[in-house]
């Protein structure tokens, strides 16, 4: 992981700059590399933390190689990955699939009674990013009949909830375009 994290942040130059703005490798939370856009080129995603002062949640930052082996930033979605870095159990990470995909897991594994791990696959699909599936669980440290599990194909619109068949309208999401309240309702979670 260090190394992955090592080689985003030299990556990451002024020339790569969005908005006149470098990433700081500070901010780097997590990072994987993989061919999200199957051309037999390393791809990277970074979760970025938000500035100090903001009270936004983490930046995903994909970028895809070009035919002269830069990466260059395909997608930008601010605001989207819950999670403090700073804080045990709450740091959010993401990791590449075999298959090209990626997952963004978040999570809360130490603060209060209610735990719960939710993770979207990413998939690149028609030139963009797209959220193909969302898993969520849950417990509750005082009840523990009190547990949801959940696994939900967003494209297809079939999955299951406690072990139970659901179903809802399958759709093509785009990754900036997703909510959490989206996988949540077709969950049952809300």
Known sequence: MRTVLLAASLLLSPTLA???DSIDPARIVSAATGDWNEDDASD???LVSPAEDSDEDNAIYIYLTN????????????????????????????????????????????????????????AYRRSDFVVAGYTYSSYDTLDLDNTMKCDFNVSTG??????????????????KDWSDEIGQKACGAE
């Open 44 to 46: 990277l995603v970074l």
């Open 158 to 175: 079939k999955g299951t909830a406690n072990a139970k068949p659901i179903r809802a309208k399958g759709a093509t999401v785009l990754l």
């Open 18 to 20: 969005l908005a006149a």
């Open 67 to 122: 035919d002269v082996g830069r990466l260059v930033l395909k997608s930008l979605v601010p605001d989207k990955v819950w999670g403090q870095f700073g804080l045990y159990g709450q740091a959010p990470f993401v990791h590449a699939l075999p298959n090209g995909s990626m997952e963004i897991t978040s999570h809360n594994d130490a603060i209060g009674r209610h735990r719960w791990e939710q993770t979207l696959t990413i």
